[in-house]
């Protein structure tokens, strides 16, 4: 049975009570004195859980076990008897403390369930020596249910009229209550449902005619407590006080009026108690009771509705007999002052308090009191201002005096001429929701509003409510569709339900109801986009519906309220979107002035639901309608929307741009009414957040701009945007290399159909994408080369463009493209040891030579193995096989070193590209592939403008892997004989360097090629001695050797010649 099922079934009689009566006669037969099994602990624990879940099922029916409630409780209450003699007989005797625990559970859900105890005055013995003894099972902490019980079992017993006398010893008068009344007070500074079970039994205690006389120096004794701040200890003795001043005869409890007074001013000047919300809310019961106490019942007002002239006057009549003492003013005072409490506990007994007190004052003196209650409303109010400018802190008074006009409403105390105050009131309160933070407050206020209505409904005549009816059925629709909140829309519905039923005033209210009954408004998507248009079918509600969701959903501080309201506007127009459309927009525009961002964007996206219901209408009419539309976006600052902080504001931007975009305004260009409409989207396109991105994307598909597409997506190629996340540029690159392919073939297959595709798509742009693209199949990342192989050899497999001279288009290089063809292999490009030795082949294509050599590059300095080692060999060996010098028809070693100069000298300084670079020269110096160039014509030359590169400014460098790389490129030219001197004078730039780091690895790396290559001389010890005993990493021990540094390298220069 699903959820919703199993809470609305309704039962006819208790249908599970075998199945319950087995489970309690199972935990009943055990034996409490022992200690279960494994085995017959589970079973006892399945027993106890099923109890539970029927209790459960039936606690909205309990009366239907009323036929079988003294068989099912007394074998609980016998069995509780019996064990509490055992042990009073046989004390020390060892019980089950789960076997005890589950015993009083069960019968603590009798009580809870059904509020029934058998007992009887001979009981009372039992129990009381039960609960006295001295370490008895109820001592036993975990057994609070246990102690709860008892305490009610005395309470319950302490009812019956007998001489407590009878249970005295001859010779101690007093014993027994003496004895009870010590058991409740030890129990009143215990937390929880003991001290709650103690206070009934003290109260009870009190209320018996033989223990009256006890009450006085319980009064006395409280005071003393109250003055001693303690709060737990406090708080039981309010119980017990609350619970008297309600059940006691009138004749003791009138004594001790001042008393009850004096201790609520006591606890009001006490600081540490006054700050506790039980205390307040006791204190605050214990008043109304009081007050209750001082004023007979009103017996010819009871039930009465207000509006009746003749009742009323009879009332009149009557009231002039009643006396009012003076302490009344003084409580409702005090009570006035509770329905401001912070806490709602406090508020709602301040407002039964009130409300039951004003049912027995006169009629007057009543009306007086519900005009204090209104005058609550305006304590935070500014005439003229709306309920949104209320501070924060009003909120509790709204919230009390709203709770406080339901009770008095619901007892027949509003009278016709008060309703049009309180209705004024309650249209503020419905809307009740002020910003606070990242949060909203004011819903308690909103559903307290849609009780009031509720109450008034259940007592007010139809007359009085007739010129109001409209205008509060339109309220309580709107509050029901539209709140946020899933209570607030189900309480407004109740209300509605309510005056539909009982008054019969509301428009179309039958057909409303069934629109916005409990379930249509229990899911918010539901109540905005289904049952909203639905009640705005009815002329006297859409008006209403439209200026709500404009004034107040569009501006609600939730986003998803916002776009919610947005799809409830647009359907709501749709009913008659020739006269709603433009007049909803013209509203909405007046919100794009605005500095709170909020209705910035709940103005964007409802045009934008506008716009896109004009769209889906076609004709040329609505056409001219998006354009208008279309042309607000210029009243929004552009400072609100270019904002990096302001996302929600761009992408409702874009949204409206995408619906609302004309192709006569893409056509206008900077003539446009929105000139700035193209930067907005690329901004959009440019934001960090994606949600951002795709509604800019969703824009730009509407210019229908080719070249702005292709554009966009060419230059997220160059997005190496890095984070803590790493390389998270490689999603921007992934997605638009499928992109570009897509479209390429979606351009390739209608190719026919574009005239001068020639100009459309350029070969050379295309071949430039290409180039680009395989960039990124050579690059460092295995997934970012796996989407661009994949998508590349979809390219070269395609037809060609069905157009003249469609060889141009075709991918160059076809039969080196061939090996990269993973259709027949099991491996794919993300694989370096495969890929890389076939696409450094693709360098001999000119055309896509320099993209593909920058990304075998950053694929050689990449710090993966598995990258690093085959894009190196690769390279090098391809670059061993070279000519020296260029033919008409290949790739030469001194273009290959052009090349990589060319992509070192255009970014100098930026340390990504030049490193990279750094180590491919020096990968290829260390390969002793560069050295061939001394042989060349114009080769020294080449290396000399490598060395310049690598020394340039060393000094001032920071990134300590380039300086690093230029001393290796330094070292390694040692050997090259054309820039040996050039070089042997350079090295003195990096042993003298500021970077200990530097030095070291300098004289480090200089010592490992010296004797690692063929130089053609052997070096003296002293040169070993000087690059491995000096402490190069401390600048002043290296400072007196910089001539014999020099030294050093005048005869290194010498060696090398």
């Known amino acids: 049975m699903d959820e919703d099922s199993q809470e609305t079934r309704l039962f006819a009689a208790f249908e599970r009570h075998d199945e319950f009566v087995a489970a309690q006669n199972t935990l009943l037969a055990v034996d409490l004195f022992v200690e279960p099994s494994r085995e017959e602990e589970d079973v ?69 369930f059904r509020g029934f105890f058998p007992h009887e005055v001979s009981d009372l013995s039992i129990a009381l020596d039960f609960i006295r003894l001295p370490s008895g099972p109820v001592k036993d902490l975990s057994q609070w249910g246990l102690r709860y019980t008892v305490l009610l079992w005395l309470s319950l017993i302490c009812r019956i009229p007998f001489d407590l006398q009878k249970f005295d010893d001859a010779t101690r008068s007093g014993e027994t209550a003496n004895a009870i009344e010590l058991v409740g007070k030890d129990r009143l500074n215990m937390a929880g449902l003991e001290r709650e079970g103690a206070a009934t039994l003290l109260a009870r205690f009190y209320a018996r005619k033989d223990t009256k006389q006890q009450f006085s120096s319980f009064v006395e004794w409280s005071i003393t407590v109250f003055h001693s701040s303690d709060i737990i200890l406090s708080i039981g003795v309010l119980q017990v006080l609350c619970e008297l001043v309600k059940s006691g005869s009138s004749e003791q409890l009138q004594a001790f009026t001042q008393q009850f007074l004096e201790i609520t001013d006591t606890l009001e000047q006490s600081a540490t108690l006054a700050s506790n919300t039980l205390v307040r809310k006791y204190r605050t019961k214990l008043l109304s009771r009081v007050a209750l106490r001082l004023m007979p019942p009103n017996i010819s007002r009871s039930k009465l509705t207000c509006n009746n002239e003749t009742i009323n006057g009879n009332i009149d009549d009557d009231d002039e007999d009643i006396d009012v003492p003076e302490e009344i ?143 509060l059925a339109q309220w309580l629709v709107s509050v029901a569709l539209f709140d946020r909140e899933i209570h607030i829309r189900r309480a407004a519905s109740a209300a509605f339900q309510e005056h539909v039923g009982r008054m019969a005033l509301f428009p179309h209210g039958i057909d409303v109801l069934r629109k916005t009954d409990f379930y249509a408004v229990s899911v918010r998507r539901n109540a905005f986009i289904v049952a909203a248009p639905q009640v705005a079918e009815h002329l006297e509600y859409r008006s209403y519906l439209i200026d709500h969701t404009i004034s107040i959903t ?8 916002r776009e919610l309201g947005a799809q409830a506007l647009r359907r709501i127009c749709e009913l008659d979107l020739k006269t709603l459309g433009l007049e909803c927009a013209s509203k909405m525009a007046r919100f794009l002035h605005s500095v709170d961002v909020s209705d910035v964007h709940g103005a964007l996206v409802a045009l934008t639901g506008i716009s896109e219901a004009y769209r889906a209408r076609g004709s040329e009419e609505n056409l001219s309608n998006r354009q208008k539309i279309f042309a607000f976006i210029a009243i ?42 193209k930067r907005i989207i690329d901004q959009g396109l440019r934001h960090r957040s994606s949600s951002v991105q795709q509604a800019a994307a969703a824009a730009m598909a509407t210019t229908n701009s080719m070249y702005g597409v292709l554009d966009a997506l060419d230059s997220g190629l160059d997005d190496y945007t890095m984070d803590e996340r790493g390389d998270v540029g490689s999603w921007v690159r992934m997605v638009c290399i499928q992109g570009l392919a897509s479209i390429f073939e979606d351009l390739f297959r209608v190719s026919g159909n574009i005239p001068d595709f020639a100009n459309y798509l350029p070969a050379q742009r295309y071949h430039s994408v290409i180039a680009r693209i395989l960039r990124q199949g050579v690059e460092r990342l295995d997934n970012v080369r796996q989407i661009a192989g994949q998508c590349l050899l979809r390219l070269f497999r395609m037809p060609l463009p069905t157009v003249p001279h469609q060889e141009e288009w075709c991918i160059k290089g076809s039969e080196l493209l061939m090996k990269l063809d993973t259709s027949d292999t099991m491996t794919s490009w993300s694989v370096g040891e495969w890929l890389f030795p076939k696409a450094v082949e693709l360098l001999s294509i000119q055309e896509y030579r320099q993209p593909l050599l920058t990304g075998l590059i950053h694929s050689v300095g990449a710090r993966t193995g598995s990258t690093h080692r085959p894009a ?27 090349d990589l100069t060319e992509c070192a000298q255009g970014r100098t300084t930026s340390n990504a590209v030049v490193v990279p670079v750094l180590q491919t020269f ?73 970077y200990p780091k530097i030095r070291t690895s300098t004289a480090e790396y200089l010592y490992t090629f010296i004797q690692s290559r063929d130089l053609g001389w052997e070096a003296d010890e002293a040169v070993d001695e000087l690059l491995l005993e000096t402490e190069w990493y401390v600048f002043e021990i290296v400072s007196p050797f910089v001539l014999q540094i020099a030294d050093f390298v005048t005869g290194l220069r010498k060696a090398c010649k």
């Open 44 to 112: 006892e624990l399945g027993c106890n859980q099923k109890l539970i879940m029927i209790f459960g099922e039936y606690q909205e029916q309990s009366y239907l076990l009323d036929p079988y409630l003294e068989s099912l409780v007394s074998p609980v209450a016998e069995c509780l008897r019996r064990y509490a003699i055992t042990c009073v007989n046989a004390r020390g005797s060892q019980s089950s403390s789960g076997r005890v625990e589950r015993l009083a559970d069960l019968l603590h859900n009798y009580i809870k």
């Open 329 to 471: 003013d003084t409580i409702l005072e005090s009570l006035f002052k509770s329905l401001q409490d912070k806490d709602t506990v406090v508020r709602w007994s301040a407002a039964k308090g009130i409300a039951r007190l004003s049912e027995r004052l006169p009629s007057d003196f009543s009306s007086q009191v519900l005009e204090t209650i209104l005058g609550l409303f305006s304590i935070h109010s500014v005439a003229g201002a709306s309920v949104y400018d209320t501070p924060a802190i009003a909120e509790a008074t709204w919230h009390g005096a709203s709770l406080a006009s339901a009770e008095m409403a619901r007892r027949g105390l509003v009278p016709t001429a008060a309703l049009g105050s309180l209705l004024g009131w309650l249209s503020k309160a419905l809307y009740f929701d002020i910003r606070k933070g990242a949060h909203s407050i004011g819903s308690n206020v909103r559903d307290a509003a849609a009780y009031v209505i509720w109450a008034l409904a259940r007592a007010q005549d139809p007359d009085s409510f007739s010129p109001y009816a409209r205008e």
């Open 872 to 898: 190196s060999l690769s390279l090098v060996s391809f670059a061993q096989g070279l000519p020296l010098s260029s033919d008409d028809s290949g790739y030469s070693l001194s273009e290959l070193c052009d």
């Open 636 to 677: 929004v600052p552009q400072d609100a929307v270019m904002s990096p902080r302001n996302g929600l504001v761009l992408a409702a931007a874009c949204d409206l741009i995408a619906s609302s975009l004309t192709l006569q305004e893409v056509e206008l260009q900077e003539k446009s009414s929105v000139p700035h409409w």
């Open 554 to 561: 569009l501006r609600h501080w939730d986003v998803a309220m």
């Open 922 to 994: 020096n990968m290829l110096l260390e390969a002793d592939v560069l050295s061939r160039l001394s042989s060349v014509g114009n080769g020294p030359s080449k290396l000399e403008k490598l060395l310049n590169i690598a020394t340039r400014n060393v000094q001032r460098l920071k990134n300590v892997q380039r300086v690093q790389e230029s001393m290796k490129i330094v070292v390694n030219l040692l050997v090259v004989s054309s820039v040996s001197k050039s070089s042997s004078e350079r090295i003195i730039d990096f042993l003298s360097h500021p």
